[in-house]
């Protein structure tokens, strides 16, 4: 069983950074395509961002925002979301998600191709 656990959320100023991490845990990191999405209250899940395997390949929203970065580190079994210039249309619980690895490309932007979900982490910018 894969378990992804989310930290870093909290409360931040508008205009300032957050990073968040999810570690993954129960089988290879490597082997599985990670993917960042978010929720606010009353709204659909809304795609983040997503990186292949190995790193190689990271996509964004095809409108995106330029202010979040992917990275991971496959030694630490870990994947982060920087956030930076946060604005209070980011408020949103955040949620880390496993896809094992089936060359989905951009379809990475898609919550159901993903198996595996952690638990979120609650993001609030004020104004």
């Known amino acids: 069983q894969v378990q992804l656990v989310e930290s870093g959320g909290g409360l931040v100023q508008a205009g300032g950074s957050l990073r968040l991490s999810c570690v993954v845990s129960?089988?290879?990191?490597?082997?599985?395509?990670m993917g960042w999405f978010r929720q606010a209250p009353g709204k659909e899940r809304e795609f983040v961002a997503a990186?292949?395997?190995?790193?190689?390949?990271?996509y964004y929203p095809e409108v995106g925002n330029g202010r979040f970065t992917i990275s991971r580190d496959n030694a630490k079994n870990t994947v982060y979301l920087q956030m930076n210039s946060l604005k209070p249309e980011d408020t949103a619980v955040y949620y880390c998600?496993?896809?094992?690895?089936?060359?989905?490309?951009?379809?990475?932007?898609?919550?159901?191709?993903?198996?595996?979900w952690g638990q979120g982490t609650q993001v609030t910018v004020s104004s």
């Open positions: 990186i292949t395997w190995n790193g190689g390949t990271t």
């Open positions: 129960g089988r290879t990191f490597s082997s599985y395509d």
């Open positions: 998600a496993a896809e094992p690895q089936r060359g989905l490309g951009g379809r990475l932007r898609v919550p159901s191709v993903y198996d595996y």
